[in-house]
């Protein structure tokens, strides 16, 4: 729809999304380029009646006639120079299909406005051939865009359209044009071209609304429109300019407390905006199908402007005193847990780089004790910490000292490992 959109400031406050729990007003709202946002072509083909009714006077602007070319040389002001087609061609009932076949198509303003200056003055014995008109002008504005087409413009740059201006009804005599479509059959034969062509067909009756053939140009159009006065004939013309298209992104708070709440949900909401001029558009529902055993994930993260919207207008439940306290309990957690990793953890990777805390283990020759039973019962007994004899090589100040009496026993156990030494 052709609206215009607020400032950023004002954009979400246009907004109201409504779902099974009530209204909800979003808290913030961006506006970009949509998918057709591109500028594109437009091939306007532009039939104006000049019969002998236009010359009638309406609402103190002149004939229609007059009031006419007015709207349509203000509707040339926004044609976009050097894209836009635009070609006006008048018709009434003599020569309907060489004029309209032979409509030139400018793509400067200076040129439309010269076709424009140049419609001929209604005459007053002209007749109405509208059902001709529409049928030919058809076939001329495909005949355009099939060329644009072969120079090389894509079919989705184009946007035809067949815009075709009567203050009447279908009227021809004997005196205009032979063989001109007419009657029912006429009607229908003209109904089908439209069909069959896929145009975009504006029919605008202008001036007295007794005197238009409303239903037949319903059925002529894909859009009809009515115009009174000259005003209303330029909106009429400006449905068919180009307009680029906008994406609305639109952010609300869920009344749900977390994502938890949604699992098996099916919830559904409609977005409503509400223009300057008090028109409201509604969007189709929107639904978000959850997972049935499970939360449903994030698509996204929310950009700063969302979070700065979101603190602005959904303050925090909690503030002062009690934050602070929150934040010095989790600082004082933190800290044991440091304290905690510094002083144990190395004591349990590297323990024995801290045995200092561990009580010796017992030696094997001690000199507190008086003496060990072997097996054999041979009774050892020794001087010192170690027999003599066992000390090793490096620390030994002189050749080993032993007696003739003195004997060694060496009884061999089940454990490979150690060995039993017996000294007498």
Known sequence: MPVALPPQAQLAGSFTITGASGQVSPFYASSGNGPDAAQHTNVVLLLVDISGSMNDPIGGSGSRFQAAKGAIAQFLQGMQEGSDRIAIVPFESHNVVATIRSAVFASRRVD??????????????????LYQAVFSGSQALQAEVAQLQHEGSGSQELQP?????????????????????????????AVAQVQASHLDTIGIGFGDRSALDTSALQRLSTRFFYAGDANQLLEALHVSRSATSHSVQVTWVLPEDNRTALMGQ???????????????????AMRLLTPATNSPVFDRKATPEELRSLIATHPLPTAGWSILLIHGLL???AAAVLLMLWFWLPRLVWGDRFSGAVPEHTQRWSSERSGVTSASGVKVRSTGNLPSGFMPEAQSTGPLQRSAAQTTQIQPRGEFSKTRLSFD
């Open 331 to 333: 600082y004082l957690g």
């Open 266 to 284: 099916d919830p559904q909401w409609t977005a409503t905006f509400h223009s300057s001029d008090g028109a409201m558009l509604a969007s189709p």
């Open 112 to 129: 439309a406005l010269a076709q424009l200056n140049a419609l001929p003055v209604p005459g007053s014995k002209n007749n109405t051939a």
């Open 161 to 189: 359209h067949l815009i075709v201006m009567t203050d009447g009804k279908n009227e021809v005599t004997l005196a205009d044009d032979p063989l001109l479509l007419n009657a029912d059959l006429g009607l229908q034969q």
